[in-house]
């Protein structure tokens, strides 16, 4: 493989498809599109509200549903907002992802086809696309209707009690992004990152406990699963790599990235 206008990356939660997806944009020149920060992005919108309100007094347990948006907008008092549905979004985004469950399909369809839409269908990373059946779908007919090439299809495979121990150690700057480990990558100094700017603060990501991870390793097993099968009964190259190596080091990630996918360097 020599070049590429469109890859996916799958695999569990806390797997480590960051360091192979960043090794694949790298190499290609690609753009990553992640639905996780798709959802991240509409939940910062909500969170900055600074509404305290139980989720749960938005959702009607008897419909199984969200009551109506406008309802939801009322209880808010954002009615005339210009971004008021983006608001709502990020309410529902919030619900699901701090339980560790996959946002409905719809609302996932929706949001990643017009992100990819934005790109030309072309030049991306799919980043956490499809994990569900319905998903894998739903691409599947976007491929054939808007004639999308995707050049392969990557699955990073880890164990679950490896990821357990990883991911509930795993601590992020709320700022810039840098990702440290309480064990294997300690801030250098509590609360603070490395590159230190006054706004920087190492935060626990709200959906990175015991409990939400195991509802989305969970998910993983029911939902993805399934997906991961009909997807290789599509015509696209499927490669699996390990998401556990000896060494951390960035030379170690390519060298097995490049070596399964038979990427020259
Ligand atoms: P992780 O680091 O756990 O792989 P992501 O950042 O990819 O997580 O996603 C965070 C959360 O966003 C998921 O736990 C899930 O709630 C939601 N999410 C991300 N991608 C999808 C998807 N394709 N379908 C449904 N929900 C998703
Ligand atoms: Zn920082």
């Excluded at 192979?20 to 944009?25: A, C, S, T």
């Excluded at 004639?147 to 795993?170: F, M, P, Q, S, Y």
């Excluded at 250098?188 to 006054?198: A, I, L, Q, T, V």
Aim: hydrophobic share 40%; proline share 5%; net charge negative.
């Amino acid at each position: 493989m020599n070049q590429a206008d469109n890859i996916i990356v799958m695999g569990k939660s806390g797997a480590g498809k960051q360091p192979r997806v960043d090794v694949l944009i790298r190499r290609f020149g690609l753009k990553q599109l992640s639905t996780g920060d798709i959802f991240r992005t509409y939940l910062g919108l909500f969170n900055e509200l600074g509404d305290e309100s139980d989720l749960n007094s938005f959702y009607d347990s008897a419909s199984d549903n969200f009551i109506p948006d406008e309802a939801i907008k009322n209880k808010l008092n954002i009615s005339h907002w210009e971004d008021a549905d983006a608001i709502v979004l990020g309410l529902k985004a919030k619900y699901y992802v701090n339980q560790g469950l996959f946002v409905p399909d719809h609302i996932t369809n929706a949001l990643f086809e017009s992100a990819f839409q934005a790109l030309g269908f072309r030049g991306a990373v799919l980043d956490g696309f499809p994990r569900t059946i319905d998903q894998a779908r739903f691409l599947v007919e976007m491929i054939e209707r808007e004639g999308i090439k995707i050049d392969a299809i990557l699955l990073i495979e880890n164990e679950d009690e490896l990821i357990i121990a990883r991911t509930v150690g795993r601590r992020i700057c709320r700022t810039c992004g840098e990702l440290y480990h309480v064990e294997h990558r300690p801030p250098p100094m509590p609360g603070n990152c490395e590159f230190e700017s006054p706004k920087c603060k190492i935060i626990q990501r709200s959906d990175d406990t015991v409990r939400s991870l195991e509802a989305r390793l969970q998910e993983f097993q029911t939902k993805t699963r399934p997906a991961i099968e009909y997807l290789q009964e599509q015509k696209i190259p499927f490669y699996s790599a390990p998401g556990n190596l000896p060494t951390y080091a960035p030379e170690a990630v390519q060298a097995s990235v490049f070596e399964v996918m038979q990427i020259s360097g």
